[in-house]
T-cell receptor, first 115, second 113 residues
């Protein structure tokens, strides 16, 4: 069975700083895909960034990047130069090919960015 | 506009009633999903359909049943709702492929009195 764990319930940071959100996962499969999604206050869920298990390079999209540490089964999300509008709930998720196309989500981390 | 659309936005009903939620995607995807998000924001997969065929059916009560008329539509019916069914139900779609990201609809908030 697959499991995704986000231990940070809530993080508060000052605008324009860098924040890292943690995520660890469990799977017996050698091939898997890791995703980060953002849920805004309106409830909208949007895809941010993805890491394929077989890729060594950390993914980067805009001011989002990943810290993929495969031996530790860890996939941290790094947001640089945070903005007020980055305030949201961030979900880490995993898909394992052998389990169909479902996503298994972590519990989410609330990010609050203040001036 | 290409997106995932859900109706209704909200629904309030009483225990024992039947409800149906609709989902339509105009993204040309062939896989659709239903997720349940509870009051603690936990997101859990319920069902997944690929080209009108059920491919994922998590352990959900039998009163929940998905219905797909074509690959662009995936509805959810709940027979005889119970208080613990109060949640936000999110529909999503994606192209085929494990690397493909999922696009989510705005959700339907169900309140069972």
């Amino acid at each position: 069975a697959q499991k995704v764990t986000q231990t940070q319930t809530s993080i508060s940071v000052m605008e324009k700083t860098t924040v890292t959100m943690d995520c660890v996962y469990e799977t017996q499969d050698s091939s898997y895909f890791l995703f980060w999604y953002k849920q805004t206050a309106s409830g909208e869920i949007v895809f941010l960034i993805r890491q394929d298990s077989y890729k060594k390079e950390n993914a980067t999209v805009g001011h989002y990047s990943l810290n993929f540490q495969k031996p530790k089964s860890s996939i941290g999300l790094i947001i640089t130069a945070t903005q007020i509008e980055d305030s949201a709930v961030y979900f880490c998720a995993m898909r394992v090919p052998s389990s169909g196309q479902k996503l298994v989500f972590g519990q989410g981390t609330i990010l609050k960015v203040y001036l | 506009e290409t997106a995932v659309f859900q109706t209704p936005n909200y629904h309030v009903t009483q225990v024992g009633n039947e409800v149906s939620f609709n989902c339509k995607q105009t993204l040309g995807h062939d896989t659709m999903y239903w997720y349940k998000q509870d009051s603690k924001k936990l997101l859990k997969i319920m069902f997944s359909y690929n080209n009108k065929q059920l491919i994922v059916n998590e352990t959900v009560p039998r009163r929940f049943s998905p219905q797909s008329s074509d690959k662009a539509h995936l509805n959810l019916r709940i027979k005889s709702v119970e208080p613990e069914d109060s949640a936000v139900y999110l529909c999503a779609s994606s192209s085929t492929g494990n690397y493909a990201e999922q696009f989510f609809g705005p959700g339907t908030r169900l309140t069972v009195l």
